[in-house]
């Protein structure tokens, strides 16, 4: 979006009567204050007026770039048990750190200052039929086509995932598809923040629907990434799957 800052006709004829009014301020002995240089031009060639860009303003423009490259420095960070034991004498907060942190196994909660989270499973579940359950690979790159879905069916994927150490914050599930090279569909989802306990969570996306048609039909590529609000990456997985006229026989 571009912003244009138009300028009316008494403008311009103001900017063609400069000449005159400045003979006129010099016969009567008054100084006329002149523009500021960088200010305003006079465009001899149309007649209008032109606005250039001055230095203060260059200037702020460059201390915003500096100001998103800045970071900000947080304070000291705590273990989930250090958190626990920090006033610990004070009753209203430590009710309140259980109802925000709910029921923590502390046989899971590590030293460590950074959270672990381990995708589990994950599983396509299509109304009528037995779910598509997939392995996660360790190289996060299975061999293959993952799975097919059959065009126009509706699906929704559910994942479980095991969160180990401290509060993970923000997590968020992407996914983007290509076709033939053209990215056709992007997904960004916030699962929300988590506190480590034994049992693992359980997730499942809104139900969506597959394409149809000619077109629709054949091989995707795909990437599907956890990540936190730190931009920490737990999972990446890079995959290729199908979408064809029926299911095939050996998902049903």
């Known amino acids: 979006m571009s912003l244009a800052v138009g300028v009316d006709s008494s403008s311009k004829n ?9 003979n ?9 204050p002149k523009t500021p240089p960088n200010e305003e031009n006079v465009d001899e060639q149309s007649g209008g007026m032109s606005r250039q860009m001055s230095e203060n303003s260059i200037s702020v423009t460059e201390d915003e770039e500096d100001d998103e490259d800045r970071k900000i420095e947080l304070g000291p960070q705590y273990t989930l048990k250090e958190q626990f034991e920090k006033d610990k004498d004070d009753e209203s907060l430590r009710r309140w750190k259980e109802q925000l942190l709910g029921s923590v196994d502390f046989e899971s909660v590590g030293e460590s200052l950074e959270p672990e989270v381990k995708i589990l499973s ?12 997939l392995s996660v690979p360790e190289n996060g790159r299975p061999k293959g ?9 509706r699906y929704s994927l559910q994942f479980s995932f095991q969160v180990r150490n401290n509060i993970v914050s923000g997590l968020k599930y992407t996914n983007t598809v290509w076709k033939t090279g053209l990215k056709v569909d992007s997904t960004k989802m916030m699962l929300g923040t988590f506190s480590p306990q034994a049992e693992p969570y359980t997730q499942e996306l809104p139900e969506d629907t597959t394409p149809s048609g000619f077109f629709a039909r054949g091989s995707y590529s795909a990437k599907s990434k956890f990540v936190d609000d730190d931009n920490k990456c737990y999972l990446e997985i890079n995959y290729t799957f199908d979408i064809g006229k029926e299911w095939l026989q050996t998902e049903v």
């Open 122 to 133: 994950l599983a396509i579940k299509t109304p009528g039929r037995p779910d598509i359950v």
């Open 145 to 153: 086509s993952w799975f097919t879905l059959k065009e126009g069916s």
């Open 14 to 22: 103001m900017g063609l009567d400069d000449k005159d009014k400045s």
């Open 24 to 32: 006129k301020s010099e016969v009567s002995g008054e100084t006329m």
